[in-house]
């Protein structure tokens, strides 16, 4: 037999307003919208439910501790016990089979008696406890019926561009009646809602509507998704706002500290678009600290001998494309010609590499392998380079 009183971790004097604030914390905990796709979860939040209807009903709370009482009790017995009891039960049957009862009248109008006065006590238990479960009812069917009212009520709101008020009507709400989970419910449909909005407007393009609904899932989020964050920084970007879209991008790299596609955006935001060249080199390094301990964990540490260049996503060679570009702004030359060595033997097809190579050796007046890079770039598709080529190569 289930225990409520375990389950809901409070003793078997708890008050009411006890019992209610357990199993507003476990429900809370446990409950599916919270836990989706956890099984246990859900059925965890079935049995709360059921032990906090019963504990906070005192005719079913009653009825329970009789039931728990007599189990407890009958557990408790030691198989020493039952032989007594047995004994003593043995003793009153002897002594019964030595009585006779005379089956008279008397008897009979005893009996009846008694068994009326049970009738008539029975029934009006009977009444008592059906009248007083009808009122309970309807009752709590008045509470339910206002409390879906006010739901209503939040989501005309959110309908009408109400946005804040909708939220703070359900907070309020769920601050009042905390063990209300319609609440709770209603709060993550406005989310739910919400998101969809944003969803929509991001998909089409429109970026500053959808910027309007990430903003509003940024404040109730709570914790704010990883996703929510991704795309508030994408349109952030296709607004202007290139200083928030790098928070918002930074905020997602501290929660994903191997994310390169995350760490290359902030790099490439600061280097083209704030131009602010050392932010962009110092994340474009932390990309290349990741590249060697990457490999070096794949291959050891003469991965560049061994590895097979292709085998490397793309990401890397934007890394250090990006880092070479940063060092190059900052007249950091011989660093950038490092970082170009690298973009080419990752991507050798890339033309960039080479361009960038070029600039970095003109920048150090060394012309060894100028002719040979501009010819490869020139090659591989690049433009603006026959300037070059006839100052650098002129045969």
């Not at 225990?3 to 409070?10: E, H, S």
Request: glycine share 4%.
């Amino acid at each position: 037999m289930a225990d409520f009183y375990q389950l809901l971790g409070i003793d078997r004097s708890a008050s009411s307003t006890e019992i209610r604030a357990a199993y507003k914390k476990l429900a809370f905990q446990y409950h599916p919208d919270l836990n989706p796709g956890d099984p246990h979860a859900e059925e965890r939040f079935k049995a709360i439910n059921e032990a906090y209807h019963t504990l906070s009903d005192a005719i079913k709370k009653s009825r329970y501790d009789a039931r728990l009482n007599a189990y407890q009790s009958y557990n408790d017995h030691t198989e020493t016990y039952w032989r007594e009891v047995q004994r003593h039960r043995y003793h009153r049957w002897k002594a019964t089979q030595e009585t006779r009862y005379k089956f008279d009248k008397e008897y009979f109008r005893v009996q009846g008696l008694a068994f009326l006065t049970f009738l008539i006590i029975a029934g009006f238990c009977f009444g008592l406890i059906h009248t007083f479960t009808y009122f309970h009812e309807k009752q709590q069917a008045e509470i339910d019926a206002q409390n879906r009212a006010l739901v209503s009520e939040a989501f005309s709101l959110l309908e009408n561009g109400q946005i804040d008020q909708a939220f703070t009507m359900i907070k309020n709400l769920r601050e009042k009646n905390p063990v209300e989970f319609r609440f709770y419910a209603a709060h993550d449909s406005l989310l739910r809602t919400i998101r969809t909005k944003a969803d929509i407007e991001f998909d089409q393009e429109d970026f500053s509507a959808s910027l309007h609904f990430l903003e509003v899932l940024k404040k109730y989020e709570k914790p704010i998704r990883i996703e929510t964050l991704r795309k508030l920084a994408i349109c952030e970007y296709h607004t202007g706002d290139f200083a928030q879209s790098i928070q918002s991008l930074k905020y997602i790299f501290s929660q994903q500290p191997w994310n390169l596609e995350v760490l290359y955006q902030i790099g490439a935001i600061n280097l083209y678009n704030l131009q602010h060249d050392e932010e962009a080199l110092h994340y474009f390094t932390i990309g290349k600290e990741i590249f060697k301990k990457n490999q070096t964990s794949i291959y050891g540490k003469a991965f560049e001998v061994v590895m097979n260049p292709r085998d490397a996503p793309e990401i890397y060679f934007m890394i250090f494309e990006g880092r070479a570009k940063a060092n190059i702004n900052l007249k950091n030359y011989k660093e950038a010609e490092t970082d170009c060595n690298w973009a080419i033997f990752l991507r050798s097809e890339n033309p960039n590499g080479y361009k960038l190579r070029v600039t970095a050796k003109i920048n150090q007046s060394n012309r060894y392998g100028i002719c040979t890079d501009l010819n490869t770039a020139i090659k591989l598709g690049a433009d603006n380079l026959e300037s070059l080529k006839k100052k650098y190569c002129p045969n």
